[in-house]
């Protein structure tokens, strides 16, 4: 009896976690496809889990921030899917590595052609951003998820610092900085060198023990030669 009522506790627990946690599986989420550096390039994936199970998700509006704009953003084309990269005028000018950006792209838009993402399936909808800011930490898309019977999921909303995980919160790409993603280019140079150092090292290495061995092969057939001829006086003396 005690065994049962644990294996209907643990049961329940179990329960409670996965419901606890799906929701979690289903946000619309960003993560780079290596890292996200400041300053530098990245693709970006933006991922779409179906949440549903009676419906398919059709479209994707993803908004780009304006307090931080990027002067270019590519999406990949993906089979099934249409895109569309929508620029506006910023309010502020801003000033990008040396350059003022006057527009940017506010929003990129993917319309399903066919069937979309069906339930128990996931999409990536990759782009190409750059060049990333220097003074932020993070890049919010708010983004909204529009399935086949016409409901629109919201992903807008912004996490606070210290508070608990939104319902629906906006994907958010985090930046590091090129110490944080990992060797620098003083780094791999100096590899580089180090590797040529060796390279030379070995083949001056090889290259004296090329000569050494010529050396003592030339001596060894010197001492033949001299052996050879010894022998043959002491025949003809005989």
């Known amino acids: 009896m005690k065994a ?6 643990a049961a329940v627990a ?10 979690a599986f289903a946000h619309v989420s960003v993560q780079p496809e290596g890292a996200a550096v400041k300053g530098g390039y990245a693709v970006v994936d933006f991922k779409v889990p179906n949440e549903r199970d009676d419906a398919s998700t059709t479209k994707l509006e993803v908004t780009f921030p304006t307090d ?22 910023l309010a502020k000018p801003a000033e990008m590595h040396g350059e003022t950006i006057t527009e940017a792209v506010t929003k990129v838009t993917w319309t ?13 909808f990759p782009v190409s951003v750059g060049m990333l800011p220097t003074d932020t930490d993070q890049l919010v898309f708010k983004a909204l998820q529009t399935y086949s019977d016409n409901e629109v999921v919201r992903w807008i909303e912004v996490q606070k610092d210290g508070a608990e995980e939104p319902e629906n919160p906006a994907p958010t790409l985090q930046l590091t900085t090129a110490a944080a993603s990992g060797a620098t280019a003083e780094d791999a140079s100096e590899k580089t060198e180090n590797t040529a150092a060796d390279t030379t090292s070995t083949a001056a290495s090889s290259d004296t023990t090329a000569r050494v061995l010529g050396v003592v092969g030339i001596a060894v057939g010197a001492a033949g030669v001299a052996y050879g001829v010894l022998a043959g006086r002491r025949r003809t003396t005989v």
């Open 4 to 9: 049962s009522r644990i294996a209907a506790a």
């Open 14 to 23: 179990g329960s409670a976690v996965v419901v606890l946690s799906s929701p």
């Open 68 to 89: 931080h704009p990027l002067a270019s953003v590519m999406p990949e084309p993906i089979s099934g899917w249409t895109v569309k990269v929508t620029k506006s005028k």
């Open 112 to 124: 399903a052609t066919g069937k979309g993402v069906e339930p128990g399936y996931f999409q990536k």
